[in-house]
C-alpha cells in the first residue's frame, strides 16, 4: 500500500519539482554563480510551451535553459540532491529516464480555475507541466515506462488517441493523485486530469485559443530582457479570482517578470500592463540622487528620488494602491501598511499628514532613511531634501504643527553647525536641603533640522543628525555594496528602494512575524542575502517596469 501512495503522488513531486527548479533552484544557485566563472545564458528568447496554454490561464512559470546546465555551477550536489530527493518517491531515475531527452524548458502553467466548470463540486484547478525534448523516441519511452510503473503500483491505466496524439491516464484516488501524460509538439505535457491535457491539444491546433494570441501576452513578451533565465506571465483579474482578493477594477491587468543572473547577485525585472494608458508615467531621473550623500551606511532602509509632490499622482502609486487593496481585502488587515510602520506611528504620533505636510512641497531630490539601532525597538529617522523655493515655506508648516502639539522651537549650535530643534518641556522634581521640593525643566527633543550645502537635514534626535554631520565620508553613497546594488539596475530609472538585509531583519520580523517562518524555509537564500534594491525605469504610459535586484554574500 505504501508503495502505491508513493507512486500515485508522483503528480505532487512533478509540480512541486517545477517549482522548486523555477523558484527554489534559480534563488539558490546564485552562491555558486558568484564564485564560479560560468556563463550561463538562456536556450530560449520566450517560452515555447505558451502554444499550450489557454489566453485565460492565470499564471505561467517558465525555465529556459536546461536544468543541467545549472549543474556545473554547484560546489556540493546541492542540485543534483533536489532532483533525486524530488523523485525518489516516483520510482525514476533522472540521469537514466530523463536527462538523455530533456530539452531546454520546463514551464508550469495553471491553465483553469476549475477543471470542470462546477463549483457546486469545489474547485479544482488545472496544472500542466511541459518539459521539451529534443528526443522523442525517448521522451515517449519514458513516458510509458512512468505509467507502467504506476499500474505495477495499482493504478488503473487508460490509452486514448485525441487529435493524433497518445494520451495516458489514470484515475487514481484521491483524485489529487491522478496524472495524465503525452508527447506532443516537441514537449513532454503532464496534468492532473486527461481534459487538462485535451484542453492543450486544442489549444495548439486553435491558435486563438492559446496565450500566445493574446495582446497582453505579446505585449508582454515584447519587454522580456534578453538573457532571461526564467520567466513568469500572470494574468493579475484571473490570479487574484484565484486566490480569492479582490480586484476592483484594476489599473494594470497583466504582469511579466524575468530573471537575469549578475555576478553581484539575481535581478528580477517586472512588467506591470494596462490594456489602455493610464497617466503619464512619472520623469526618469537624468543623475544618480545626491541627497543619499547624507545617508549613513549605518542605514537599513533607505529611499531616495525626486519630486515628491506629485507622487500621488503617478502610475506607481495607482500601481501601489491596487497592490495595497487587493492584499489587505483577503486578510482584513492593512498588510502593505506593516512594512512602513515606522513611518505610520510618526504620522500617528507627531499629527503629521505625510502627503499634505511635507510630500507637497518637496519638488527637487529626496532621501529618507531607518536606522536601527540595537538599544531600541523604534528605529531612528532622516530625512534629506533639497533645498528649493518651496522648502522654507514647508519648514514653516512643521514649526506651525510642532507648536500646535506644544512642543518649541528652538536653535542651538553643535560643532560651529546651527541646528533648529522641536522640543517638549518637561518639569522634573527633585528635593532640596530643607525637605522642600524644587523643580528643573528637562527638555525633550522630538526632531531636529540643519542646512547641509543644498539640502535640508531631518532628523529624528541630535545624535543621528551629528552622525550625517560628522561623518561626511560614511555615506551610503560610499558604501561597496550599495554601489553594487545599483549598478545592477538600469539607467535612467526613478530612484531606488535600498534594503539592507541584516541591519532590517529585525525590524522587519517584528513588523512581519510570519517572516520569520518564510526564512525556516528558504534559509540558505536568506543565510547569504545581503540587500534588496528596487527601482522603477519605465517610460511608457501603458506600462510600468522596474527591478528588484538581490545581492547576495560573496
Known sequence: MSNVNRQRSFLGFVVAGAIALLVIVIFGF??????????????????????????????????????DRLQALEREGELSKLKTSLLAKSGIDYKQDIQPWLGNEITLAVTTLDIDRDSENGKQPGYLMALATNKLEKSREFVDLLFSKRVLAGANLAVEQYEGAK???????????????????????????????????????????????????????????????????????????????????????????????????????????????????????????????????????????????????????????????????????????????????????????????????????????????????????????????????????????????????????????????????????????KDRLSYSIKAKVQGVHTTLGNYEIFASNLETLNEVITVKENSLNNNRSFRNSIAAIPQPNQGYLYLDWTKSQPLLERQLPILKLVEVVGKPFFNNLRSLTVSSYGSEPESIKGGLFFQFHQ
Open 167 to 433: 494520451l495516458l491516464y489514470d484515475n487514481s484516488q484521491p483524485q489529487q493523485d491522478s496524472l495524465a501524460g503525452a508527447v506532443v509538439d516537441g514537449f513532454v505535457l503532464f496534468a492532473n486530469d486527461p481534459k487538462v491535457l485535451r484542453d492543450a491539444i486544442n489549444n495548439v491546433q486553435a491558435p486563438d485559443l492559446n496565450l500566445t494570441s493574446s495582446p497582453q501576452y505579446q505585449k508582454a513578451t515584447q519587454k522580456l530582457p534578453k538573457g532571461s533565465v526564467a520567466a513568469a506571465f500572470l494574468s493579475l483579474p484571473t490570479v487574484a479570482k484565484w486566490q480569492g482578493l479582490e480586484l476592483p477594477e484594476p489599473n494594470y491587468d497583466s504582469e511579466i517578470i524575468s530573471l537575469l543572473l549578475n555576478p553581484k547577485g539575481v535581478l528580477a525585472e517586472t512588467s506591470f500592463l494596462a490594456s489602455s494608458a493610464i497617466v503619464p508615467p512619472s520623469p526618469l531621473l537624468s543623475k544618480p540622487v545626491e541627497a543619499l550623500k547624507y545617508i549613513p551606511t549605518s542605514a537599513g532602509l533607505a529611499i531616495s528620488g525626486s519630486n515628491l509632490s506629485d507622487l500621488s499622482k503617478s502610475n506607481l502609486a495607482q500601481l501601489w494602491t491596487q497592490v495595497k487593496t487587493a492584499i489587505s481585502s483577503s486578510s482584513g488587515t492593512d498588510v502593505i501598511s506593516r512594512l512602513v510602520q515606522p513611518l505610520a506611528d510618526i504620522q500617528k504620533s507627531k499629527g503629521i499628514n505625510l502627503q499634505q505636510d511635507i510630500f507637497s512641497w518637496v519638488e527637487g531630490e529626496y532621501a529618507v532613511a531607518l536606522l536601527p539601532r540595537e538599544d531600541k525597538i523604534t528605529p531612528d529617522w532622516l530625512f534629506v531634501v533639497e533645498k528649493l523655493e518651496s522648502v522654507p515655506e514647508g519648514i514653516s508648516r512643521l514649526d506651525a504643527i510642532a507648536s500646535s502639539n506644544g512642543l518649541s522651537t528652538s536653535s542651538l549650535n553643535l560643532d560651529k553647525q546651527k541646528i533648529f530643534a522641536w522640543t517638549e518641556l518637561i518639569p522634573t522634581k527633585q528635593s532640596d536641603t
Open 30 to 67: 546564485y552562491w555558486f554563480f558568484v564564485k564560479s566563472p560560468v556563463n550561463l545564458t538562456a536556450s530560449n528568447s520566450q517560452p515555447g510551451a505558451a502554444i499550450f496554454v489557454s489566453k485565460l490561464a492565470p499564471v505561467m512559470v517558465s525555465l529556459l535553459t536546461n536544468p
